[in-house]
């Protein structure tokens, strides 16, 4: 007899199979005549503008990691609610422990200003270049900034 | 890939009844661009409501070109939008077709003689393969516009080689 995992088993089969099936029946059957129009891409009839691979800032997702944490966080607090009574102090317990770790969590990104979008400008540890021999460069160990020097 | 694709020559018993089937399928499932330029857009979403229904013909509003078999050109198209239409024809998924709704499609409609920013008619950027006539169109009209799209889906052949 089958367990519910070889149910599941079956399943991912039979998803995979329909996949490359489908896949298959339409590179036969599809004409394929493309040409650079055709490919361009979709942008509601309008001609595309630039590359789609422009570069997203990473504060977004400084920002996004942190809203994660606390939308997972509503998602456990909802079902915990539903059943708060059967657990009782044994799980208000267990869930105070929770939030304590994403409170301290909170507060960490808070202090190290992760949650401020305008950011002070990194300092790079660097020095000024002052030396003209192209050994002393070669043995140097410190970092220098190139933009530094050009200002 | 595209291996059956007109690639055949005429006359072959196995490949008329697989373009029979083909073409069923095709036929009974016209994606349909979702994309309206004027007052007989009014009239093709009344087609899509529940009174006329046209995704009995399985005819479902898809927002991509990609997907899409076939664009109903449901208004009047300024001069500005022509190269717009001919733009979304060329990103459309082989084979496609073209229903053009309304006079203000088929030839300018009213804007026939003074609208200078109307193109007079989309044939001239598309090919066109179903007109349908009347300022706005009723929805029954666009369903015989529909039924006809059919039945000249049903006499081609994909794999057949084109003369």
Same mark, same amino acid.
């Given at each position: 007899?089958?367990?519910?995992?070889?149910?599941?088993?079956?399943?991912?089969?039979?998803?995979?199979?329909?996949?490359?099936?489908?896949?298959?029946?339409?590179?036969?059957?599809?004409?394929?005549?493309?040409?650079?129009?055709?490919?361009?891409?979709?942008?509601?009839?309008?001609?595309?503008?630039?590359?789609?691979?422009?570069?997203?800032?990473?504060?977004?997702?400084?920002?996004?990691?942190?809203?994660?944490?606390?939308?997972?966080?509503?998602?456990?607090?909802?079902?915990?609610?539903?059943?708060?009574?059967?657990?009782?102090?044994?799980?208000?317990?267990?869930?105070?422990?929770?939030?304590?770790?994403?409170?301290?969590?909170?507060?960490?990104?808070?202090?190290?200003?992760?949650?401020?979008?305008?950011?002070?400008?990194?300092?790079?540890?660097?020095?000024?270049?002052?030396?003209?021999?192209?050994?002393?460069?070669?043995?140097?160990?410190?970092?220098?900034?190139?933009?530094?020097?050009?200002? | 890939?595209?291996?059956?694709?007109?690639?055949?020559?005429?006359?072959?018993?196995?490949?008329?009844?697989?373009?029979?089937?083909?073409?069923? @399928?095709?036929? +009974?499932?016209?994606?349909? =661009?979702? !994309? *309206?330029?004027?007052?007989? /857009?009014?009239?093709?979403?009344? @087609?899509?409501? +529940?009174?006329?229904?046209? =995704?009995? !013909? *399985?005819?479902?509003?898809? /927002?991509?070109?990609?997907?899409?078999?076939?664009?109903?050109?449901?208004?009047?198209?300024?001069?500005?939008?022509?190269?717009?239409?001919?733009?979304?024809?060329?990103?459309?998924?082989?084979?496609?077709?073209?229903?053009?709704?309304?006079?203000?499609?088929?030839?300018?409609?009213?804007?026939?003689?003074?609208?200078?920013?109307?193109?007079?008619?989309?044939?001239?950027?598309?090919?066109?393969?179903?007109?349908?006539?009347?300022?706005?169109?009723?929805?029954?009209?666009?369903?015989?516009?529909?039924?006809?799209?059919?039945?000249?889906?049903?006499?081609?052949?994909?794999?057949?080689?084109?003369?």
């Amino acid at each position: 007899m089958l367990t519910e995992f070889g149910k599941a088993l079956i399943f991912i089969f039979l998803g995979v199979i329909f996949v490359i099936i489908g896949l298959f029946a339409a590179g036969l059957l599809r004409p394929r005549r493309p040409y650079p129009e055709k490919n361009a891409t979709y942008e509601c009839g309008e001609e595309p503008v630039g590359s789609a691979w422009i570069r997203l800032n990473v504060r977004f997702y400084v920002i996004a990691l942190i809203f994660l944490i606390f939308d997972i966080e509503v998602a456990v607090l909802l079902p915990w609610a539903l059943v708060y009574r059967q657990f009782a102090l044994f799980g208000f317990l267990e869930m105070a422990v929770f939030l304590v770790i994403l409170f301290v969590g909170y507060a960490y990104v808070w202090l190290k200003g992760d949650l401020n979008w305008d950011k002070p400008k990194p300092e790079i540890p660097g020095v000024k270049r002052t030396i003209v021999n192209d050994e002393e460069v070669d043995n140097m160990d410190v970092f220098v900034d190139d933009d530094e020097m050009t200002e | 890939m595209g291996l059956l694709d007109q690639r055949f020559e005429n006359g072959n018993v196995f490949i008329t009844s697989l373009d029979g089937l083909l073409n069923w @399928a095709r036929l +009974s499932s016209l994606w349909q =661009m979702q !994309f *309206g330029l004027a007052c007989c /857009a009014i009239e093709m979403m009344a @087609a899509s409501a +529940s009174n006329f229904d046209i =995704m009995r !013909f *399985g005819i479902i509003p898809r /927002a991509t070109p990609r997907q899409v078999d076939v664009m109903f050109v449901a208004g009047t198209v300024t001069i500005k939008m022509a190269s717009r239409i001919k733009r979304l024809y060329d990103q459309m998924s082989e084979p496609r077709y073209i229903i053009s709704m309304g006079s203000c499609a088929t030839c300018g409609g009213p804007y026939w003689e003074h609208g200078y920013h109307v193109l007079k008619g989309v044939d001239r950027v598309i090919p066109v393969d179903v007109y349908i006539p009347g300022c706005p169109p009723r929805p029954e009209a666009l369903l015989e516009g529909i039924m006809k799209l059919q039945e000249k889906v049903r006499k081609e052949s994909l794999l057949k080689k084109r003369a």
